[in-house]
């Protein structure tokens, strides 16, 4: 069965400065890969997903993430953040066999400090 | 505009009186599912629907129940609330009948059980 880890359960950097989210995920062979953000009072909004081919993967608002099957991780980036991104980041997995399995690690909350 | 429609957003209820959540989508998505957030826990998916008269049970379903009669709604429904059940839903939908493209989120349901 498939499993998303996000060790990090609150995270606050400076504006401006970069930012690393963290995703392990588990599962036995290639998985669909998604990052969501959820901001105040919000749904969830797809910020970008991997499927197959180029392991860098860019997504809206400028961030982007890097699939490394070697350490099944994937994680989420950006190099310069904005007050705007303060928000909860929510890595998911999607199983290639099952046209109904969307499993969602637990999230992060990032803060943005002035 | 695409969007997926929740109603209420806030409800605070009492235990066991029944209740119904509706969910509309306007993009004649196939797959529809609701999911319950809770904090540390992520989302978690309660039921899915592949398709018109098509439901199965996600990961949490007891004490759920949900029907799909048109396409565009998927409402979900609580036989006899209990306060565990309190907590944050959403909605989702999405293209093609297949959870592992991009997801569209409502913006949640608040609700209260006392």
């Known amino acids: 069965a498939q499993s998303v880890t996000q060790p990090d359960i609150h995270i606050t950097v400076s504006e401006g400065a970069s930012l690393e989210l963290r995703c392990n995920y588990s599962?036995?062979?290639?998985?669909?890969l998604f990052w969501y953000v959820q901001s105040p009072g919000q749904g969830l909004q797809l910020l970008l997903k991997?499927?197959?081919?180029?392991?860098l993967v860019q997504g809206i608002k400028g961030f982007e993430a890097e699939f490394k099957r070697s350490q099944s991780s994937f994680n989420l980036r950006k190099p310069s953040v904005h007050w705007s991104d303060a928000a909860e980041y929510f890595c998911?997995?999607?199983?290639?066999?099952?046209?109904?399995?969307?499993?969602f690690g637990s999230g992060t909350r990032l803060s943005i400090r002035p | 505009e695409a969007q997926v429609t929740q109603n209420p957003r806030y409800l605070i209820t009492v235990t066991g009186k029944k209740l119904t959540v509706t969910c509309s989508q306007n993009?004649?998505?196939?797959?529809m599912s609701w999911y319950r957030q809770d904090p540390g826990l992520g989302l978690r998916q309660i039921y899915y629907?592949?398709?018109?008269?098509?439901?199965d049970k996600g990961d949490v379903p007891e004490g759920y129940k949900v029907s799909r009669k048109e396409k565009r709604n998927f409402p979900l429904i609580l036989e006899s609330p209990s306060p565990n059940q309190t907590s944050l839903y959403f909605c989702?939908?999405?293209?093609?009948?297949?959870?592992?493209?991009?997801?569209?989120f409502g913006q949640g349901t608040r609700l209260t059980v006392v």
């Open positions: 989702a939908s999405s293209l093609g009948g297949r959870m592992n493209t991009e997801a569209f």
């Open positions: 991997y499927f197959s081919g180029d392991t």
């Open positions: 993009m004649n998505h196939e797959y």
């Open positions: 998911a997995v999607g199983a290639r066999s099952s046209a109904s399995k969307i499993i």
């Open positions: 599962y036995g062979a290639t998985p669909y």
């Open positions: 629907s592949m398709n018109v008269e098509v439901t």
